[in-house]
Nanobody
Framework: QVRLMESGGGLVQAGGSLSLSCAAS????????ASWYRQAPGKQRELVAS???????TYSDAVKGRFTISRDNDRYLVFLQMNSLRPEDTAVYYC?????????WGQGTQVTVSS
């Protein structure tokens, strides 16, 4: 069974930075894509950034230029570096990894940005 575990969330002031990590139980390159999603209170879960097996990256317009997704294949890790954080970035951030057959989710990590 595939497991994903996020870490690195917390409380930060606006303008600050946080780095999230997602530890997978199998190699990241074995997935067709690894992604970060977030869900703010009262809102739907939304895609933040995605990295496919060929290294192509996609960002939502809301985070483009501020967030960076990357991976460490040797350590089965996916990262989300978040800079210039804003109060509207406050949400639970989820790691997601998918194959052609199914997708997997982590439990989420809370990110709170104070103004």
């Amino acid at each position: 069974q595939v497991r994903l575990m996020e870490s690195g969330g917390g409380l930060v002031q606006a303008g600050g930075s946080l780095s999230l990590s997602c530890a997978a139980s199998r190699p990241i390159f074995s997935f067709s894509a690894a992604s970060w999603y977030r869900q703010a209170p009262g809102k739907q879960r939304e895609l933040v950034a995605s990295l496919d097996s060929d290294g192509r990256v996609t960002y939502s317009d809301a985070v483009k230029g501020r967030f960076t997704i990357s991976r460490d294949n040797d350590r089965y890790l996916v990262f989300l570096q978040m800079n210039s954080l804003r109060p509207e970035d406050t949400a639970v951030y989820y790691c997601n990894a998918g194959t052609d057959i199914r997708e997997y989710w982590g439990q989420g990590t809370q990110v709170t940005v104070s103004s």
